[in-house]
């Protein structure tokens, strides 16, 4: 039995529990009404913002030439503020498994709307208007890489609100990043007549009035496919209705050649590509084309339904299509000649070859012209493939920062050749590269081979795994500051006051000793290691190789390295290593450790992300041996004891012994041997490595003082223009930078 006092509480608790039940409905239904309403708030602004913009460029005398979206597909991902800019409703997961983003602007649409956007994409050129002027958009995502400074309107200095919480409908300039209300932008125009000044990063964006349409088509190739392809339709019709009309004739012909519209439809030419490469989405996003610029080859397939394939060959050269095999046979036969005859009719009618400053984006050629003294636009190179593989994330970013027409993409089929080409009339301009110290190495290669006057300094986003050379420069040793909110908008302001230094260059001919002798040369930029170090990144690449997917991020790769280790410690395959090799430095021979497992020439203080081997601030080291110095065209050689020994260096436990300093090295190999050059490892087979100073590449270093970078920057300008008013020289300003470098930097 129950206290008489429980058992009146007990009369009472179902009126209790059904109040609370009656409560807890209610509060669940104000939470969905008022989740309901922001959507249909946001909805509602984001409406008004582009029927607003719409009415505008109407009206608008100063209308900024319009650009096709380059859609991408790719599956949709969880984010609640993600909208259609078509439809305006969610592209997340789970309601969408696939979307299109753009790969410029960042706008999201349903795979099914983006064939009905507006052509409000980032242009690249504004050639002809007396001024830039703002391209305002509908601010579809967050801007990562917005201030929270700058997140006010730019006409009444209000706070503008997020895409999730918009208290009124926001445009944002697509150049100068800056917000305004929709409602302050009429008297906003009025004042500034919707001039556009780039806002913080002026300096280092190609003003999109120095970039000049040319108005021919460099090469007739592209116009040959889509002749090519309309000779294959007709033909193909024609013999499809004379086998309709003689019905004793073989039906195999008719039914070959009905190539119908979707079959060809592989063949049109994309409207827009991003840096001379072509990605072509249908609207279900099935079609894909890559365009070399560089080589004047096309590629069209059809990846979900295995469909069609173009293929063009040479500037200038021979064009063979390829549309199905089956259709080739018959078709061809008659439509050859008229095929050649279009095809001829094309390449006559090129008048005008472009220049080599120029590039192909599209059915267009661009080229630069008339850009302001003070202009230092940043040339833009990302490898997607480094590190983590966040080149995408990145180029995105960049494109919408800068002018899309500055920022490419190395591949295989491109290298850094084709944005140094473009680049190559621009007097004064920078290099960001994206990526890993192999990335760097590329494009130092590249810009000597281009043999600039003036060749342009080269500043780095570490984006690879190690980034010793980022490292030393003060750029970082991860992607951990570009990933701040602003992060990356305070990088590309730091390149444009960094100080120019000069980094050491060294040329490696490796001569092979077999039946059939072989000369092949190498450059080092960082380090050369032989041995235990040289076998665990030979093991990681190769891994690298077979599974991607594996090395998705910084702290990951580093764990992967660290096993590989661990697997390499009881490994005495490497006991006769001293045995192996034999070592020169200047003439003398330098005898190595017995216990030595592995040696490294460093020319710079960095190595395994961060470790100082060569340690120039020890005190207790009595030796005669020389400070490090990547400007002072020596070279420090220490070894290792193991696997074992680069661990205990890697947590500051120990030192590699020093052996050498030289400027020129000769290393005999007698047996097989891992090597690898700033982490790009191989098996070497018996050599002679000679190792000799190539010359000297200017760099980019951070300056985190202010008032230094200041300074710096004021002695770059101060040297460029003496050189643009012939008061120097190219190679006395190179002389003079060299020398500022090595005193100060």
Known sequence: MLHPKWQAISIYFPDYGLFFAISAIAVILAIYYAINQLNNNVNLNFGRAIRARSKRYQKSKHKVPEASHIWKKEPAIKSKGLKCCVCLKSVSAPQCQNMHRCDVCGATAHTNCSGNSHKDCKCVSMFGLECVRHQWAVQWVDMADRSEEASFCCYCEEPCGGVLVADAPVWYCMWCQRLVHVDCHANLAKETEDRCDLGPLRRVILPPLCVRQLHHVGTAILSSITHGANVVLTVGERITGRGKKNKSGSNKGGNNAMATKQDIKATDVPTRPVNGVVRENGENGVGKSEFDSTKGEKLITNDENGGQMVEVEGNGGKAAEKIDESVTEKVLENGENRAEKVEMQGRKSEKVEPEKSSIQHGQQNYEICDLPSDARPLLVFINKKSGAQRGNLLRQRLMILLNPIQVFELSKGQGPEVGLTFFRKVPHFRVLVCGGDGTVGWVLDAIEKQKFESPPPVAIVPAGTGNDLARI???????????????????????????????????????????????????????????????????IHNLREENPDKFYNQFMNKVLYAREGAKNIMDRTLANFPKQIKLEVDGSEIELPEDAEGVLVANIGSYMGGVDLWKN???????????????????????????????????????????????????????????QIDGEPWLQPPCTLEISHHGQAFMLKRISDETIARAASVVSDVLENAESNNVINSSQKRALLQDIALRLW
Request: glycine share 10%; with cysteine.
């Open 473 to 539: 420069l003060y750029w970082g040793g991860g992607l951990g500051s570009v990933t701040r909110r602003g992060g990356l908008l305070s990088l590309l302001q730091h390149v444009e006051y960094a100080a120019v230094t000069v980094l050491d260059r060294w040329k490696v001919n490796i001569k092979t000793t077999q039946s059939k002798p072989s000369l092949s040369t190498k450059f080092i930029n960082n380090y050369l290691g032989i041995g235990c170090d040289a076998k665990v990144a030979l093991d």
């Open 617 to 675: 601030e020890e005190n207790d080291v009595f030796d005669n041996f020389k400070p490090q110095s990547m400007h002072d065209k020596m070279l420090e050689v220490v070894s290792f004891t193991g696997m074992w020994h680069l661990g205990r260096l890697q947590v500051g436990l120990s030192r590699a012994e020093r052996l050498a300093q030289g400027s020129y090295l000769k290393i005999e190999i007698m047996d097989p041997m891992p090597i």
